[in-house]
């Protein structure tokens, strides 16, 4: 088998701190002092009242999903089809787009509870999203006990 990387973040001077965070699986944003906005992706200023006094937070991951794209044709050999991009609403306001994992592809829908979780690849944790049901059973349990039933 072909050893395929897939590609990995490049870190700039205003995402390191994020990216380090998220090789510990923090999720952190910019959180401003003086406004008390968070935003994403980072930035030197806060984007509502260009403040320069700002916080890293850790998010809570919690958010509903926006919208979504589901891919069936390959664009990268690293990136067997189907899968799933969202762009997932965080409880604290920020849109952050991630990859969306789960086996259950058809019964994504925008507007759909989804939590952070870590898409682990080398030596980094990419932030990725997981649909969460009322029952607060994850998606790929809920697949096993489906498997199980039927099986
Ligand atoms: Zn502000």
Same mark, same amino acid.
């Given at each position: 088998m072909t050893d395929i990387r897939r590609p990995v973040p490049r870190p700039s001077p205003e995402t390191t701190e994020f990216w380090e965070a998220c090789r510990q699986e923090r999720f952190q944003m910019p959180q401003c002092r003086d406004c008390g906005s968070f935003w994403f @992706?980072? =930035?030197?200023? !806060? @984007?509502? !009242?260009? =403040?320069l006094h700002w916080d890293w937070r850790e998010a809570s991951g919690s958010g509903q999903l926006h919208t979504f794209v589901i891919f069936r044709?390959?664009?990268? @050999?690293a990136f067997p089809t189907p899968y799933a991009l969202g762009v997932a609403q965080l409880e604290e306001g920020p849109r952050v787009l991630g990859r969306i994992l789960t086996d259950g592809l058809d019964r994504l829908h925008v507007g759909l509870q989804v939590k952070l979780v870590w898409d682990h690849t080398g030596e980094w944790n990419i932030p990725a999203f997981q649909p969460v049901y009322d029952s607060g059973i994850e998606e790929p349990k809920v697949m096993g006990i489906l498997k199980k039933l039927s099986g």
């Open positions: @992706p980072p =930035s030197a200023f !806060c @984007p509502q !009242c260009w =403040s044709r390959q664009y990268h @050999p």
